[in-house]
């Protein structure tokens, strides 16, 4: 199992071979490389321009750090043909930089419209129809997660994993937390974990939002959550990581019985919002990961 750690709240205050080296100095063998606007911008055409790629590889090469992941978010369920085209087109670009890189794993999200399901729907099957071959053909995993204000879709493929988020789990079943359940549900597709924490958003004020008919669930198109450090929030860990051992998260892959896709699973820490305690809760979160999951 690779663990690593979600740059997003790096790429804002720091340059990319302080970000490496920031890692680094954590402990974090891996790097998750979620949205920066000079490698996979959000939504747009990815850039990472030679300077930038040498900028990065030198300062892999110095740390002895990997890229586990990129993570990408392009609106390839639409709801228009035009964005539809236009996350294609980023998809196969991205898919480029991974292989060229040699990133083995690429973490994304549905980036549907909840009030336009049937249109998504068949956006993104289409898209999938494109896609898939090139991602099969380059042996790449992709992973998938339905993200807040999204929606889900079930589709099959030794190449396609799935990611499941801590701080997302009071939307996957509106509001229970039943961490056990739903980690069990995803069985053998699971090959992804991201670590925050996060309060139940279905509980009367847990956020506060004005004007006040925003705070009734179900009746704004709204959605909100949080990535806190563990055991800031109210997520059960300490059921996620007694299901990951029965599970055997730790030393499994994706579909035993097929090429081994993408490598290890990946367990990834994805705090955002708090860059001021980072230098204590990253390193914290992986010691906790690395004796939860690990033994260590």
């Not at 300062?59 to 993570?71: H, N, P, R, Y």
């Not at 480029?96 to 009030?115: C, R, Y």
């Not at 090139?134 to 992973?143: D, F, H, P, S």
Request: charged share 25%; proline share 5%; hydrophobic share 35%.
């Amino acid at each position: 199992m690779k663990v690593a750690f979600d740059v997003d709240v790096l790429a804002k205050q720091m340059s990319i071979k302080d970000m490496v080296y920031k890692v680094a100095d954590w402990g974090y063998k891996y790097i998750e490389q979620s949205p920066h606007p000079r490698i996979n911008p959000f939504y747009k055409h990815p850039l990472f321009s030679k300077e930038c790629e040498a900028e990065y590889r030198q300062a892999l090469k110095d740390t002895g750090v990997e890229i586990s992941s990129f993570i990408v978010v392009y609106r390839w369920s639409g709801p228009t043909e035009e964005q539809r085209q236009h996350a294609v087109a980023n998809w196969k670009k991205i898919i480029e930089i991974a292989v060229n890189m040699g990133v083995p794993v690429i973490n994304t999200e549905f980036s549907g419209d909840p009030n336009q399901q049937e249109i998504c729907n068949g956006m993104w099957f289409r898209s999938m129809e494109e896609l898939l071959p090139i991602i099969e053909k380059e042996g790449l995993r992709v992973e998938v997660q339905s993200h807040p204000y999204d929606f889900c879709e079930l589709f099959r493929s030794p190449n396609l994993g799935y990611v499941y988020s801590a701080s997302h789990g009071f939307f996957y079943d509106q509001g229970k937390g039943d961490v056990r359940h739903m980690l069990k549900y995803a069985g053998d597709e699971l090959t992804h974990v991201l670590f925050a924490d996060t309060w139940n958003q279905t509980k009367d004020c847990r956020y506060i939002l004005n004007p006040p008919w925003l705070n009734a669930r179900g009746r704004a198109d709204v959605t909100i959550h949080q990535h806190t450090a563990m055991g800031e929030g109210e997520v059960d860990f300490a059921g996620i990581f007694e299901t990951l051992r029965e599970m055997d998260f730790a030393n499994k892959q994706l579909k035993a019985d097929a090429p081994k896709v993408g490598g290890d699973n990946i367990a990834c820490v994805s705090y955002f919002g708090f860059p001021e305690k980072m230098e204590k809760q990253a390193p914290e979160a992986r010691e906790i990961i690395e004796r939860e999951l690990l033994g260590k």
